[in-house]
């Protein structure tokens, strides 16, 4: 019997990690939602799949964007199997005292609310499907763990995934959903560029800093999202090997 293609949706797929993943999905033989704000950046992905790829509009942080972003999933492709919940933002370091609020709100509004709305909406389309179930893999980060110095904002937030994470595996369970979380460090993407040039350490000292190819990520995505649903990896952390994190500060 011929298995059935994944239909995987990857937020925050127009650059860096989401961009990078959703190919290697794409490369892989899934059907691929890419969705993110420039639509001009995702169609330009699309269209080197053109039967596997669907280039949708989203902003994570608007509950009516990311209701029509599933109302689009539901009627293209009818289910939804591996959502990578990855869009993201951060900030400059910056000490607590001196962000400001609409900074903090932006960051705050992409990274959680943002992963709750989408996991959200594909809980309950894994949730009522036939078959019903899928998995759930979110964006965390090393920093859920260890922050880095003036990240208040982004560590607080994915400090929060964490929850979140956890709180939807114990959700999921008599649905069929899994729920598993990625924790990346220094992937060589837009965000990182900055760690080439040095950034600021516990100590006051700015430094360069040892980055990965984001492929590596893409295959650990991948990796999560083979499994059947009766095992999961619950947390995953994939970084740079010689970056400042164990032992940080």
Not at 4 to 13: D, F, N, P
Not at 120 to 136: N, Y
Not at 194 to 199: E, I, R, S, T
Request: net charge neutral; proline share 4%.
């Amino acid at each position: 019997m011929q298995q059935r293609q994944q239909v995987v949706l990857v937020t925050g797929a127009s650059q860096g990690i989401g961009k990078a993943t959703a190919e290697a999905f794409l490369a892989g033989g899934a059907r691929v939602v890419l969705a993110a704000r420039r639509l001009d950046k995702l169609e330009a992905l699309a269209v080197r799949y053109p039967d596997a790829a669907l280039a949708v509009a989203c902003d994570v942080r608007d509950p009516d964007s990311v209701d029509a972003l599933f109302a689009r999933i539901s009627e293209t492709f009818g289910r939804l199997d591996v959502v990578f919940n990855n869009a993201g933002a951060s900030l400059p370091a910056t000490e607590i005292g001196d962000i400001d609020w609409q900074a903090w709100r932006n960051v705050i509004s992409v990274n959680l609310d943002g992963a709750f709305l989408v996991a959200r909406g594909a809980f309950r389309m894994m949730r009522s499907q036939q078959p019903k179930g899928g998995r759930i893999i979110n964006n965390g980060s090393i920093s859920a763990y260890v922050p880095r110095i003036g990240s208040a904002a982004y560590t607080a937030s994915k400090h929060a995934i964490t929850g979140l994470t956890k709180t939807i595996s114990l959700d999921g369970r008599q649905h069929g959903i899994a729920c598993g979380q990625i924790d990346i460090g220094n992937a060589a993407s837009d965000m990182t560029d900055a760690m080439q040039k040095g950034v600021p350490q516990a100590d006051g000292s700015l430094k360069v800093e040892p980055v990965m190819d984001v492929r590596h990520v893409a295959d650990a995505v991948l990796h999560m999202a083979s499994l059947p649903l009766e095992a999961n990896v619950q947390f995953m952390t994939v970084m740079a090997t010689n970056m400042p994190y164990i032992g940080r500060g």
